[in-house]
């Protein structure tokens, strides 16, 4: 297998077709997994191809950045490492937040701490990961174009924005990327925030393409989850929701079969036949499932089963809320 590349939007950013998320090698899916394989995992995906990692301060907190920069430290300059800001962190350094804060100098603080723990001179992708609807986005995206010309960031990126404040933030500081949920049971991207990327010139980062797990076809309305695995609050992941939503892998599994494909490749293909300038970030935590993900970059989706997936996924309504309110009223899309 050869892993492709891709360039995010129109800013010059070059990344592998397929990206890493490594948020559940340290927190959100249960206990962490094992330390020294999960450096054994990012590796491995570097053997593979992949040159773009994704992580955030929050993810832990701290302990995620840790992990990339000591498992990537062999590979500077190959890579591509992108982080967030934006979360008002506990002081005790427990996990969670307690807000969110984009001021500028929180963010500058954000910054530093994520070059010294990822053991990098300059992040390549800073994301701002929530919009602080308390501070104007012009002034957030003013401060990352000041630490784009000092040399600490190269790429600008937003997550979870809203068309209107891509438009406001892009104005002032060139955005690089849009990181937002999009995946077969994720779909809301598709209305406003896609046609926007395309005419600005935004590269999209869909974080859970396999929806959290769901569109691997290893979970069901019997599945368990550890008591620290963050899907027992969401409404998507009840067992009722669960089972009730199975028609959508049951649709992966049936067109799957005939190309030879897993539910997870199927769910990647699909993304990737989207736009040239979409890449995903699924996340794994074992070194089998790194493997299948990646070979879905070989899938080459027909116009005509692009458009049989579109179209079957489109007729199946998927049962639960993505995220409780109080989660969900931090995003714009």
Not at 65 to 84: H, S
Not at 208 to 213: D, N, V, Y
Request: glycine residues 12%; aromatic residues 6%.
């Amino acid at each position: 297998m050869t892993m492709k590349k891709r360039m995010l939007g129109e800013c010059g950013l070059e990344v592998s077709a397929l990206g890493l998320g490594c948020m559940g090698m340290s927190f959100g899916y249960g206990p962490p997994p094992d330390r020294a394989e999960m450096i054994g995992v990012i590796r491995a995906a570097v053997e593979q191809g992949v040159t773009f990692f994704d992580t955030a301060e929050v993810y832990g907190p701290y302990t995620n950045e840790e992990l990339l920069g000591d498992a990537l430290a062999p590979f500077r300059g190959e890579v591509v490492i992108a982080t967030k800001f934006g979360f008002q962190l506990h002081a005790d350094g427990s996990p969670g937040y307690t807000g969110l804060n984009s001021r500028p100098e929180h963010l500058q603080a954000a910054v530093e701490g994520s070059l010294r723990r990822l053991g990098v001179e300059t992040i390549d992708l800073l994301y701002q990961h929530r919009v602080d609807p308390q501070v104007p986005i012009e002034e957030v995206a003013g401060t990352v174009r000041d630490l784009i010309a000092a040399g600490k960031v190269k790429h600008f990126g937003l997550s979870e924005a809203g068309a209107a404040t891509i438009r406001r933030a892009h104005a002032v500081q060139p955005v690089t990327a849009l990181q937002s949920e999009y995946s077969l049971w994720m779909r809301r991207p598709e209305a406003e925030i896609i046609p926007t990327l395309e005419e600005l010139g935004i590269g999209f980062v869909p974080y859970s393409p396999l929806g959290k797990g769901y569109l691997t076809g290893k979970i069901d309305g019997t599945t368990t989850f550890a008591s620290s695995d963050f899907r027992n609050i969401l409404p998507r992941f009840t067992p009722e929701a669960r089972q009730a939503n199975l028609g959508l892998v049951g649709l992966l599994k049936e067109i799957g079969g005939r190309l030879g494909a897993s539910p997870a490749q199927m769910a990647l293909a699909w993304l990737l036949a989207r736009h040239p300038w979409i890449v995903p970030i699924p996340g794994t935590t074992r070194l089998d499932r790194l493997t299948e993900n990646n070979a879905a970059v070989a899938i080459e989706l027909s116009p005509v089963e692009l458009e049989e997936i579109t179209v079957a996924a489109g007729t199946i309504k998927v049962d639960g809320a993505r995220y409780p309110e109080h989660i969900e009223r931090m995003t714009g899309l």
